[in-house]
């Protein structure tokens, strides 16, 4: 149980650093865009003083950059501010359907660098599950990883939320070279999360998908 | 002297060119590796300026292909990177002594661009 936990620590502090890392680097990318657009008007402002005229029209597009870089970084301010509320409770209710988008969202990124598009299918009514958070978010981001590996021609991967009789599912589709990778995964630490969560995978080759069962409530008493 | 500017980030590649131009420097952008490779192929530049990450070709594996193809042309990381041990070691194994971490300082980007074409400004 030690080292399981053991594991749990260290896969849940390396997703964390990759996250904030992440969010950084897109944080400082909205700020290099208003830098460069606020030394822009300052060149337009110098040439002005040096009697070039300006064409009011060259104006506008840093000043209109500058206030989309502001609302972007507000946006990514806003995640990384949820995100890291994510530790504060070992149990929480939540609504997997919002959980899930968040995830993508915050992973956006990673996909991008590999090309890779995330859908995310949203249930048609809200599915609430008892959880903890984090271990959720870091399991769903391991998932997600792997499938990024596993994604086929199209690099569309699908996020399906839904319910079965006895839990709520996550499927993650289009893993259409789930066949071909070659990999160990689920490993030790994906096993030890979803021991954590009473959570199981399924892998379906044929399908293409890779699916999670979670339960809608974890034990308060075994896991906190 | 024509400079590439690559960079995912179009906001800041359209800026900073445009930027350029105004200091006299002919500055063109695209905004990833692939039309990047395509404009290369349509016209002569001495230089370009990469940013490390983007999707598809990153800048590393961009500049390499650019050197095999265009011996002549110099180049210049671009990163957001935190931390600048880690990407300085990227630039060394890539074997290119010039890079900038953003925002970048246009005077730095000028500076670094005479240096990369070894002239005296």
Same mark, same amino acid.
């Given at each position: ?22 969010? &950084? ?7 290099? @865009? ?17 009697? @070039?005229?300006?064409?009011? #029209? ?27 509320? &994510? ?16 995830? /993508? ?5 990673? /996909? ?22 984090? *271990? ?16 086929? #021609? ?38 030890? *999360?979803? /021991? ?12 293409? #998908? ?9 034990? #308060?008493?075994?896991?906190? | ?15 900073? !060119? ?26 002569? =530049? ?47 194994? !890539?074997?290119?002594?010039? =890079? ?22």
């Amino acid at each position: 149980m030690t080292q399981q936990l053991d594991i749990i620590g260290e896969t849940g502090i390396q997703f964390f650093g990759k996250i904030s890392a992440s969010i &950084s680097h897109e944080f400082k990318n909205a700020l290099a @865009i208003i830098n460069e657009n606020a030394g822009l008007l300052d060149d337009f402002t110098l040439m002005a003083e040096k009697g @070039i005229p300006i064409d009011p #029209e060259r104006l506008r597009f840093p000043a209109e950059n500058i206030a989309k870089q502001i609302q972007r970084a507000n946006e990514i301010v806003k995640r990384m501010n949820q995100f890291s509320h &994510s530790t504060d409770k070992s149990l929480k209710m939540l609504e997997l359907g919002e959980m899930t988008k968040f995830m /993508a969202t915050i992973s956006e990124r990673f /996909a991008a660098i590999r090309s890779i598009t995330l859908d995310t299918k949203l249930p048609e009514t809200p599915i609430m599950i008892l959880t903890h958070p984090f *271990l959720l978010e870091t399991l769903i981001f391991l998932c997600l990883d792997f499938a990024m590996d596993a994604v086929g #021609e199209k690099k569309t991967i699908g996020i399906i939320t839904g319910k079965t009789e006895n839990s709520v599912c996550l499927r993650f589709t289009g893993l259409k070279r789930l066949g071909e990778v070659q990999t160990d995964f689920p490993t030790g630490r994906e096993m030890s *999360l979803l /021991a954590y969560l009473n959570a199981e995978l399924a892998t379906e080759t044929d399908a293409g #998908e890779i699916i999670l069962y979670l339960p809608e409530k974890i034990s #308060e008493s075994e896991n906190t | 002297m024509k400079i590439l500017l690559v960079d995912d980030e179009t906001e800041l590649v359209s800026t900073l !060119a445009e930027r350029l131009e105004i200091r006299g420097i002919e500055a063109e952008w695209v905004s990833n590796g692939e039309d990047a490779l395509k404009k290369t192929e349509t016209q002569s =530049y001495d230089l370009a300026v990469l940013d490390v990450k983007m999707p598809k070709i990153g800048g590393f594996k961009l500049k390499k292909i650019l050197h095999e193809k265009y011996p002549d042309m110099k180049f210049i990381f671009l990163t957001g990177h935190g931390s600048e041990d880690d990407f300085k070691a990227g630039t060394v194994e !890539a074997g290119v002594a010039y =890079y900038l971490v953003k925002p970048v300082k246009i005077e730095a980007l000028i500076e670094k661009i005479h240096a990369a074409l070894g002239e005296h400004e």
